[in-house]
């Protein structure tokens, strides 16, 4: 999770405001009187959430900026939100067969009708949507931010997306009044399509464990974690498949094993052609990979500073923050949905057990560009199941397409 993204959310994002704000008026036991506000509660489902993925990230002691906490006593408030979010869900099933709302979930936990609503779950999924919709940016992976320029665009319908040339002109030298052959050269823009596509994960939650039982932000949580996890996944495969091609990345900048010389010359020529300052450069790569990223000096080449401050970001990291005035990206394996428990498969930028690092520009044209589906590209539906241990089915689709496009040039070093 990255806490600096989830800081500088829009407070926007806080406030929802619908055209039509659903509202239930609830009586409670005691007779006073409680207003469940649709749009209030999606706002509370964002805080909930942020808060449940701010803890996470401040578990990262290597962090350099933490979450700053906006709810004191997380537990009673993500139960809250989620009591009311249910009690709203069952208003609104209620209202469609001339009941009136309950005002605990005592009374929802006892209805057992609702488990078979399909009022009660078009509610909580479309709340669900509107929850965790905005709050994606935030938590999807930073090596996906890295990589990828977003645009939106219709679901099914291609969208040409310009790709600037990273081209610059280039001078002979020349006299007045000589007269020679000058090649033509061209600033130029080419485009790629992209067409959003719908991709689905199916997962299961519990009625009593997960509904009744349940808590805002671990449940929205899980959705938008999907959600990330599939377009990190989808990041890696697109950059693993155009990696491999040397339409992309030539032969040229391909170099063979790590030493000082080649990670200078690495550095040198991407700053030279991507037109950027050593600062502007990121090295990608697996923990593998970037923990043989080790400075050396003489001619054995023995490990600089390995008993010193060096070593000990090396020991506590497993490999250098950044080298060269290069930072270093750690870019985590992504795990197959399913096989997680029985025989894993992973995805990585390459496969998993290689060892490569890639040298790319922070900034100019992003190597890959990105359409998500605009509106709502996340659609959950939620279908409960004729079983005795009341299992709710889950879809979760996002609309979204990604192609490689490396204008800028990307060096490959194979360590």
Not at 24 to 43: F, H, P, Q
Request: with cysteine; proline share 4%.
């Amino acid at each position: 999770m990255n806490a600096k993204q989830l800081n500088r959310l829009p407070r926007a994002i806080f406030s929802y405001k619908s055209e039509i704000d659903q509202k239930v008026k609830v009586c409670n036991a005691d007779g006073s009187n409680m207003t469940l506000s649709r749009d209030k509660l999606i706002s509370a489902g964002r805080l909930a959430t942020c808060e449940y993925f701010g803890r996470i990230a401040n578990n990262d002691k290597n962090s350099t900026e933490k979450y700053v906490l906006k709810v004191n006593d997380y537990a009673s408030y993500s139960r809250n939100v989620w009591e009311q979010t249910v009690l709203f869900c069952a208003a609104q099933a209620n209202r469609q067969i001339g009941k009136a709302p309950y005002s605990t979930m005592k009374e929802v936990e006892d209805d057992r009708s609702l488990y078979g609503s399909q009022t009660f779950f078009a509610a909580l999924q479309s709340i669900a949507t509107e929850v965790i919709t905005p709050l994606l940016p935030a938590i999807t992976d930073d090596v996906t931010s890295r990589l990828i320029s977003w645009t939106s665009g219709r679901l099914g319908e291609t969208k040409m997306i310009d790709i600037e040339s990273n081209d610059f002109f280039v001078y002979d030298d020349d006299s007045w009044g000589a007269v020679s052959s000058k090649p033509r050269q061209r600033l130029y823009k080419s485009q790629v399509a992209l067409t959003p596509k719908l991709h689905t994960a199916k997962a299961s939650i519990k009625w009593y464990q997960d509904v009744i039982d349940g808590e805002a932000g671990r449940f929205y949580a899980a959705f938008a974690r999907g959600a990330a996890n599939k377009t990190y996944s989808m990041t890696l495969e697109k950059f693993k498949g155009a990696v491999g091609n040397t339409k992309y990345i030539p032969s040229t900048f391909v170099l063979d094993g790590f030493s000082m010389d080649n990670w200078n010359k690495a550095l040198m020529w991407s700053q030279a052609i991507n037109g950027v300052t050593r600062n502007n450069l990121m090295a990608l790569g697996t923990l593998s990979g970037l923990s043989n990223i080790v400075p050396t000096i003489g001619a054995d080449g023995v490990i600089a500073g390995a008993q010193g401050e060096i070593g000990t970001e090396w020991t506590r990291n497993g490999f250098l923050a950044n080298v060269s005035g290069v930072d270093l990206v750690e870019a985590g394996l992504s795990v197959v949905p399913g096989t997680q428990n029985y025989d894993p498969k992973f995805v990585s930028l390459d496969d998993p057990e290689q060892e490569n690092v890639y040298i790319v520009a922070k900034i100019g044209h992003a190597p890959m560009a990105g359409v998500m589906a605009s509106g709502a590209p996340i659609t959950i539906t939620l279908t409960p199941t004729e079983t005795s241990d009341m299992t709710i089915e889950i879809t979760e689709t996002l609309a979204f397409d990604i192609v490689p496009v490396f204008s800028s040039k990307i060096f490959k070093m194979m360590v």
